[in-house]
Structure formats: structure tokens, C-alpha cells
């Protein structure tokens, strides 16, 4: 049984780890990962047809306990414990629940202190009592309902019939049903950097390059050892080598060689079967949601592909979401402000189609599969091209990745 400190309005852990209000949703599956023997059986819910309507969730059924993660940021918001038999809670190191300690009316009291009367559910029979960023439900049976008007402690129970919390929430700010993500905090961090926005650059040819605001780590004026967050802009354009990239970026979270290429059969070279000595290679930037190509002879950047990490992807939970903006034109010698359409990670496909006027060209079928199974359980994406990108759209018309590459080069479809 796990053994956890409760902290409102921050987390909900241990000595080893713990679940972090605004964490992002793959720190807290690494957490999972590490703490497999003690945590098992876990669920990961999302919605299919509409990933961006409803909450992102992982259940750890075993434990009684849901992370409640933002669709949108993919940030952790709210920490539910819906069994409380299963696992062992304490606050400021003394357990108000465990085998041998009650959650009672009494002994939430004795542990929280004073707050606010509470509010009772008539549909739900449930009595609220909440903290700030901290939340009890008390189901309440029908035959004391009619004395709860006074507040919680009002109500007189027989010996042993004081009613024991049903759920517990952790959560930021006075209200459950209106609090959101918090930032990230800086304990989620870990040296990396982290995309605020990744703007995509053009000129009248085509895209350039990409305007990136990066969040990172810093120390505060005064204190050398307090850290505070800091932001940072960079610009990584087509031509940079990759040197410049790494004094922009970072090291990448990976180098990977590309061995393959199944899109090439697509490029109108009559040389596409050709097989070269040496191979391009990426820089996989995991947590700003980006991944950059790089020419096997110059060194120098070709392509960008930025991810927007939606459930129901082949690649979901390897990239953090990149949060882009693309601007596109019907005509971009045009400076006309109804002519520009701006695609976001929460654009759907149909949407850009319908700005274009046009229908796009015939999609091609991307159908992934590992070398250890062959098998793709989420089906085959399609990929569209249109103003020197590449969409691979889902089939519930959300976009699952944006490949952007230089125009006016020779030989630039050869391994598109």
C-alpha cells in the first residue's frame, strides 16, 4: 500500500517521487514507469473523437488514485483520490488515513483545522469540505440531510457512524470545479528546456526558419542559489549547421541516423532508389516537441518537424506538444489580413482546407509499425502537402505532425 504526504495546492508523494500540480503529463508516466513494482495497473483514458473536449487521465486503479492532466497543455491539474482504502495519506508527516486511522468528519478536523462551512450536494448526497487547492466528499445518508444547513459539524451521528471521506482532490485555487494547469514548476524542470511558442518563418517563397521562445531554468537577481524561470528567444533557420543549432537548442535529447527512407518511392527523381553512403540524421529535441533534419554531407538543416503529442498517435508520449503557430496565404504576395490563416497543434485539418478554398492533392498513407511488432494498434495517418509542408492528419481530422522543409532546393523531395 502506497504511503503518500499530502501538500494542497502542490502534490501528493513521497520521500522517492511525487505527482506535481502542472507536471507534464510524460513526467508523470516516467514516475509510473520507475515505480512499477509498487504501481500497477494502469489505465491511460482519453477521448478518441474529441482528444481536446475532454480531460486526459491516468488511472492507477490498483491505488485509487486519477491524475487529471489539461487536454490542451497536457499538464497536470488535478489530483484525484477517489478510494481511500487503498493507500495510506498523511499530512505534514501524521496520517489522517490509514488501516488503523478513520477519515472522519473528526479526524479531518483535528488534521486541516478550521475552514469554511461546507456545501452540500443534494443530487449527489455528498458533503464538500474545502481548503485551499484541497477538497473532501462526505456522502451524507438521507436520514441526516435535513440538519446539514448549519455546516458539516452540525450534524449528529450515532458512535461510530461518523461519515468517512469518499474522495479527496488536490488541486490549485478556492474552487475545484473552476481551477486550471498551473505553470510548470520548476521542480519538473530537470536542466531541460521547454517551448512557450514555435513560430514558423516565411518570406513570399516559402518557410525560412522557426522563431522559438524558449522557458528554461535561471537563478534570481541576488540569490545565486534560488532558481527562477527564465525565458529565452532563438532562431533556427534552413542553412543553420549544426554547431548553431546546438548553441541555440541545446544538446538534442537524441541523434538519430536515418537508415530508411519509405517516402522516397513518392519523390520524382529519376535517382529516388539510389542508395547513399552516408545518411542523414535528425537532432530529436523531445521536450520542445521538435525534431531537426540535417544533410548527411553539409551538416547543415533541411527540415523541422514539430509534434503536437495527441493519444491515439504511433509517436504519443515520446515528444512533449509544440506549441506552433504557421501562418499560410492564398496568395502571399498579398498583405491583405483576411488572407492569413494561422494553424496551431489545435487546428483541425478540415479547417485549413476550407481557408484554401482548394482541395488538396491525394494523401498518402502512412502506416507505422516497430521491428518488434508489426502491428500499428491506432491505424494508419494521412499526409498531405501543401505551401512546403508536409500535414500527417489523424483520422479524427486533428493534425499529428508538421513537417516543414526549405523550398527552392534541388533534390529536396528526394526523401521527403
Request: hydrophobic content about 35%; some cysteine; aromatic content about 12%.
Amino acid at each position: 500500500m502506497l504511503d503518500l504526504e499530502v501538500v494542497p495546492e502542490r502534490s501528493l508523494g513521497n520521500e522517492q517521487w511525487e505527482f506535481a500540480l502542472g507536471m507534464p503529463f510524460a513526467q508523470a508516466v516516467n514516475i509510473l514507469k520507475r515505480q512499477c513494482g509498487s504501481i500497477k495497473d494502469v489505465q491511460v483514458l482519453y477521448s478518441d473523437t474529441n482528444p481536446l473536449g475532454m480531460d486526459l487521465v491516468l488511472n492507477l486503479t490498483q491505488d485509487g488514485i486519477r491524475l487529471i492532466f489539461d487536454p490542451m497543455v497536457q499538464r497536470l491539474k488535478i489530483i484525484e483520490v477517489y478510494n481511500l482504502s487503498k493507500v495510506k495519506l498523511k499530512y505534514c508527516g501524521v496520517h489522517f488515513n490509514s488501516p488503523h486511522v478513520q477519515p472522519t468528519i473528526e479526524q479531518i478536523d483535528q488534521s486541516f483545522g478550521a475552514t469554511h462551512p461546507g456545501v452540500y450536494d443534494a443530487a449527489r448526497h455528498v458533503f464538500m469540505l474545502n481548503f485551499r487547492g484541497l477538497s473532501f466528499s462526505f456522502p451524507i445518508e438521507s436520514k441526516f440531510e435535513p440538519h446539514y444547513t448549519h455546516g458539516l459539524g452540525s450534524l449528529q451521528f450515532p458512535n461510530g457512524a461518523s461519515p468517512t471521506v469518499s474522495q479527496m482532490c488536490i488541486y490549485t485555487g478556492n474552487s475545484l470545479a473552476d481551477t486550471k494547469a498551473p505553470p510548470m514548476p520548476l521542480s519538473c524542470y530537470h536542466g531541460n528546456c521547454y517551448p512557450e511558442t514555435v513560430e514558423v518563418l516565411r518570406d513570399n517563397n516559402g518557410p525560412t526558419g522557426l522563431k522559438v521562445q524558449l522557458a528554461i531554468e535561471g537563478t534570481g537577481p541576488g540569490h545565486v542559489s534560488e532558481l527562477r524561470r527564465k525565458t529565452l528567444e532563438r532562431l533556427v533557420m534552413f542553412g543553420d549547421s549544426a554547431q548553431e543549432v546546438t548553441s541555440y537548442l541545446g544538446s538534442p535529447s537524441k541523434v538519430f541516423y536515418k537508415s530508411e527512407d519509405k517516402m522516397r518511392i513518392h519523390s520524382p527523381s529519376p535517382r529516388k532508389l539510389a542508395l547513399s553512403k552516408s545518411s542523414d540524421y535528425f537532432f530529436n529535441y523531445f521536450t520542445l516537441g521538435l525534431d531537426v533534419l540535417f544533410d548527411a554531407n553539409t551538416h547543415r538543416v533541411k527540415k523541422f518537424i514539430l509534434q503536437t503529442n495527441f493519444p491515439g498517435h504511433y509517436n504519443f508520449n515520446i515528444y512533449y506538444r509544440c506549441d506552433f503557430r504557421i501562418p499560410i496565404k492564398k496568395d502571399f504576395s498579398s498583405d491583405a489580413l483576411d488572407d492569413t490563416f494561422t494553424i496551431t497543434p489545435y487546428t483541425k485539418w478540415d479547417s485549413v482546407q476550407d481557408f484554401l478554398y482548394k482541395p488538396v492533392e491525394k494523401p498518402v498513407v502512412l502506416n507505422r509499425a516497430s521491428t518488434t511488432n508489426t502491428t500499428n494498434p491506432f491505424g494508419s495517418t494521412f499526409c498531405y502537402g501543401c505551401q512546403h509542408m508536409i500535414f500527417e492528419v489523424m483520422s479524427n481530422n486533428h493534425i499529428a505532425a508538421v513537417t516543414i522543409y526549405q523550398p527552392n532546393k534541388p533534390g529536396v523531395c528526394d526523401d521527403r
